[in-house]
């Protein structure tokens, strides 16, 4: 059995239900859908929208206890082994990565957690899979409420129903629909930059049509020759030419027995500055800048775009994954999952250096900690900590202990 086919093993309808469209509160059908029109054709959106997946890939999602009095990483659940390696197929940075493009393109999400029950009736968690529907999927209800999901897959075509609890949904733009995620008003928004899209390729297709009406014929030559003079049309002709491959002026060589006749071309094209406010606007859309696509951000630039996007999205994606992952019971007990930032990743050299000067000078990382930040290799006998300034152990000034 394959694996798609050990999955979709699951995803059957209950037997013996009747199951019907499922309404929300505002009383019309809940509807997955994705833009129409795709905005990601656009080179500075699939750039803008793989810029910021890229980032959100070197998160570390962890399952963790809070306690009355701690904080601790819970390591040894199945939970804590599918958020460090997804599934047999995806390193954890391809698949956060993934979803994350996923929900940008069609502002939902769809993960399917594989699970086996144990001696103890419980679920073991063995792998996550990203769910590339044909369609969008449908939420359905039997006649009890319970929720289900339906999608359609093509190669092989199949339709899976899957209770709605089981599948990780994580949305974006959440509007007049509990169930999902985009609506009226953010197609709405991406219809306006698709007409700012549309403005700003139209400026640059100008542009090259005039470049190559500048490389036309500029004139008309007009022989002043009787049909007999076939001697002179020729070698009037002949010398045109001859100019033309030598990439001489757009006209020949003219003589007494030629007139020429000036074509008057206007090219219009769309100004600098109009072109860079639309580019502009598009770049206010997408919430990058030019210089930030290159790389070039500040430390003020990186801090305001982890917290306009990235942030915001760890958190929706670790909460969507708790609805699944944990219980009633597991949730009132602390069980939790955070996705962390790499705040590492995201200071510069300068900064890693000072970051690892103070944690060094007060004993709060080991060497190997900080070679890791400074992004060179451990070595032996690096998993020791310096003592601090603060000498909080007792110990001899100057001494080491151990990590």
Same mark, same amino acid.
């Given at each position: ?105 069609? *502002? ?6 594989? /699970?086996?029950? $144990?001696?103890? =009736?419980? +679920? ?5 899979? @990203? ?86 014929? *500029? ?6 020759? /009787?049909?007999? $003079?076939?001697? =002179?049309? +020729? ?5 045109? @030419? ?162």
């Amino acid at each position: 059995m394959g694996w798609l086919d050990k999955i979709f093993s699951k995803g059957k309808r209950p037997k013996n239900a009747n199951l019907s469209m499922n309404v929300t509160m505002n009383g019309y059908q809940p509807n997955f859908t994705a833009f129409g029109t795709n905005i990601l054709l656009s080179d500075i959106v699939y750039s803008a929208t793989a810029m910021k997946a890229r980032y959100f890939g070197i998160l570390k999602p962890e399952h963790i206890r809070e306690t009355d009095n701690e904080t601790i990483k819970v390591k040894d659940s199945s939970v804590s082994r599918l958020l460090k390696r997804p599934n047999d197929f995806q390193s954890l940075y391809d698949f956060l990565t993934q979803a994350f493009f996923m929900r940008e393109k069609n *502002d939902n999400c769809f993960i399917y957690p594989d /699970y086996r029950i $144990d001696d103890n =009736k419980q +679920k073991i968690y063995t792998g996550m899979y @990203i769910l590339l529907p044909a369609d969008s999927p449908i939420i359905m209800q039997d006649e009890s409420g319970e929720l289900y999901i339906r999608f359609l897959f093509l190669n092989p075509d199949r339709e899976v129903v899957f209770p709605y609890k089981d599948i990780i949904h994580w949305k974006k733009n959440i509007e007049d629909d509990q169930f999902s995620g985009g609506g009226r008003f953010a197609t709405r928004a991406n219809t306006d930059l698709l007409n700012s899209l549309q403005a700003y390729r139209t400026g640059q297709e100008a542009v090259a049509e005039a470049s190559k009406l500048g490389c036309m014929i *500029d004139g008309i030559l007009k022989v002043n020759a /009787y049909s007999s $003079d076939n001697d =002179k049309v +020729k070698k009037i002709r002949d010398d045109f @030419i001859e100019d033309l491959r030598k990439n001489k002026a757009g006209i020949g060589v003219l003589d007494n027995g030629v007139d020429y006749e000036n074509i008057q071309r206007s090219l219009k094209v769309m100004d600098s500055a109009t072109l860079k406010e639309i580019k502009e606007g598009v770049m206010l859309h997408v919430g990058v800048t030019i210089d930030m696509l290159s790389g070039k951000m500040s430390k003020e630039e990186r801090e305001t775009f982890y917290e306009n996007w990235i942030r915001p999205s760890a958190i929706s994606l670790a909460q969507a994954m708790e609805r699944v992952f944990f219980s009633q019971w597991q949730v009132s007990h602390g069980d939790r999952i955070v996705i962390y930032p790499t705040d590492v990743e995201l200071m510069t050299s300068e900064e890693r250096f000072k970051y690892c000067d103070m944690l060094l000078k007060a004993g709060a990382i080991t060497i190997n900690e900080a070679r890791h930040i400074g992004g060179l290799p451990p070595v032996e006998d690096g998993n020791q900590r310096p003592r601090g300034y603060n000498n909080l152990d007792g110990g001899k000034q100057g001494g080491t202990t151990n990590g």
